[in-house]
């Protein structure tokens, strides 16, 4: 127990003197944490998918706090998007074999753009789901559910990303 207690009482002290920083942000770069959030493209059959994904995004941003919403020509960085699946699956079924539920599956093609490099930052392809009972939710519900997680994957992959 005590050899542990010294390299615990080592590590610490070689983390004080070492001046070694952590942060929560991870390696993100400060100079792009003005962003703009265009519209995205939807090129799936389903209405106005486009615009919740757009609003999910500028809400966990603005939630999150690590990066900052501002106008397009003041912007460091540029998220676009666009909607390019959409599933609707049978998920839950009754005893008579009868769906009741249904499994929503949305994905988007999302760049994180570097105005001022003009490249690409970061892009990635996301894929979120979610399911409902139609007893007691909507496709809507399902939809909020995929895209929330596509946003939280996307940020995630952002800043867990570096330099």
Do not use: H
Not at 63 to 86: C, F, H, N, Q
Not at 122 to 143: C, V
Request: include cysteine.
């Amino acid at each position: 127990m005590r050899k542990y207690l010294k390299i615990g009482i080592l590590f610490a002290l070689f983390v004080a003197t070492s001046g070694c920083i952590y942060s929560f942000s991870g390696f993100f770069p400060s100079r792009l944490k003005d962003v703009t959030v265009t519209v995205f493209k939807n090129r799936t059959i389903q209405y106005g998918i486009e615009d919740q994904v757009t609003e999910a995004f500028i809400e966990a941003i603005k939630s999150d706090g690590r990066l900052t919403i501002v106008d397009p020509e003041k912007a460091a960085m540029r998220i676009d998007g666009e909607i390019t699946g959409y599933r609707k699956d049978p998920f839950i079924y009754d005893e008579s074999g009868n769906v009741t539920g249904y499994k929503i599956t949305v994905t988007a093609n999302i760049t994180f753009f570097d105005v001022q490099a003009d490249s690409a930052y970061m892009n990635g392809r996301f894929t979120g789901w979610g399911t409902y009972d139609e007893s007691s939710e909507s496709e809507t519900d399902a939809i909020k559910k995929a895209v929330n997680q596509i946003v939280q994957q996307s940020l995630r992959s952002l800043f867990a990303r570096g330099f």
